[in-house]
């Protein structure tokens, strides 16, 4: 791969040299946004949490996305009573080689005055990340990958599922990292999935984490299947299961992480989103997005979104490239999607094309390539209340 990415304090290497406007409760949601508006620099991405209280989760999440291997720089936004350690963020994101300042509006004199001291110090931190950046030559084995579905259809487990699964097998085999999760959404699937893990440890980590994502669905009363779903062809949650599953590959599944833990070794790994503990009111149903942050809160440089039916949405700090596996959504929504899967329908395409196509536009964003959704000015960005318990030893390779 002819690429060079941003060398990090930490030996990762960035694909994006990204400065995060963060804001830390919602009330300093408006400044922030309006801060990344004025700046009008496409690598000037607005993220944040939305609570008072921040737990332990947003805590984690909140500190691997200001050290992400995308970002160079953060402004933190706050609006000065909630309860968001402001200056220990700060200082895990300087001790992570990040020029950061913090604005804090109740100090400032209120939205316009830390609008202004907000854009002053994003034109700051932008000089001195042109002077910090070091370019350094990037491999395949120096990116992590993840993948998600969104607006599955009948076609989605045919054609764009399994051609991400190919990629997935060439990119691990190349020595990447790949994350894939989506728990909910593979119930019944923990059998052949359990065969293909690396240890027993993990193994049993596979099996817990969908045993624990169907008892959460069910207390809540719902499931991963919408009317979408049924709407687009899929008969069943178990097709829909079977479905997002194979875009895993077929290479061994070498650990079992949570949100903002990163991989320990290169290989496949699987991301357990459902949260621990007794099943509690307030976590929503499957949110791509949200689910996009916890895979960059591990590490992830870039995120392949397979869709049947359409999905328009990106992503702030990590570009998302879109895999639609319907020869009609191609049609419709080409302007927002980058590869069409849908072509193995009629022949002009095959599972190991597609997948070979896929790696290569891997590489070229990876290279500086700007995916549609990133030229469509797409920076989505979800962060909600959830908690987690630390992955035991055994979920991970030595």
């Known amino acids: 791969m002819k690429a060079q990415g941003y060398l990090r304090p930490d030996g990762r290497k960035g694909i994006r040299d990204v400065l995060i406007v963060a804001y830390l409760v919602e009330c300093a949601h408006h400044a922030a946004r309006r801060i990344v508006d004025l700046a009008d620099d496409a690598q000037v991405h607005l993220v944040g949490f939305p609570g008072c209280y921040p737990n332990d989760y947003a805590k984690r999440m909140m500190k691997a996305l200001v050290a992400h291997p995308n970002v160079g720089g953060v402004v933190l936004l706050s609006l000065g009573c909630e309860s968001f350690d402001r200056e220990g963020l700060a200082a895990h994101a300087a001790a992570n080689g990040r020029p950061v300042e913090t604005v804090v509006i109740q100090q400032a004199g209120g939205t316009r005055a830390a609008i202004d001291q907000g854009l002053a110090a994003v034109h700051r931190i932008r000089a001195e990340m042109a002077t910090r ?3 350094v030559p990037l491999a395949l084995s120096d990116l992590v990958v993840g993948t998600i579905c969104g607006g599955s259809d009948g076609t989605s487990g045919i ?87 194979v875009k895993s590959g077929s290479r061994p599944i070498v650990g079992v992480i949570k949100p903002a833990e990163q991989p320990t070794t ?11 503990g007794e099943p509690r009111f307030g976590f929503p149903n ?53 590869i069409n899967a849908g072509a193995i329908f009629d022949g002009s395409a095959t599972l190991d094309s597609v997948g070979d196509e896929i790696v ?16 469509m000015g ?20 030595r």
């Open 266 to 276: 290169p290989g496949l790994y699987l991301l357990d989103v459902v949260p621990d």
């Open 286 to 338: 499957i949110s791509d997005n949200a689910e996009i942050v916890e895979m960059m809160a591990c590490g992830a440089h870039l995120t392949l979104f397979t869709t049947g039916r359409g999905s328009v949405v990106g992503s702030a700090i990590a570009p998302v490239i879109k895999v639609t596996g319907n020869p009609e959504t191609w049609r419709r929504l080409g302007e927002d999607m980058d």
């Open 159 to 245: 054609t764009a599922n399994p051609a991400v699964g190919r990629a997935f097998d060439r990119l691990v085999d190349a020595g990447a990292t790949c994350i894939f999760e989506e728990t909910g959404e593979m119930i019944g699937c923990e059998g052949p999935m359990a065969v293909r893990a690396a240890t027993p440890s993990v193994a049993g980590a596979i099996v817990g984490s969908i045993a624990k994502a169907e008892t959460y669905y069910r207390t809540m009363g719902y499931g991963s299947f919408a009317p979408g779903n049924a709407e687009g062809g899929l008969s069943s949650q178990e097709e829909k299961s079977a479905g997002a599953y």
């Open 360 to 375: 290569a536009l891997v590489e070229a964003v990876a290279a500086g390539a700007e995916t549609k959704s990133e030229a």
């Open 378 to 397: 797409h920076r989505e960005f979800i962060l909600t209340y959830k908690s987690f318990e630390p992955s035991g030893p055994g979920c991970f390779p």
């Open 133 to 135: 950046a070091v370019r």
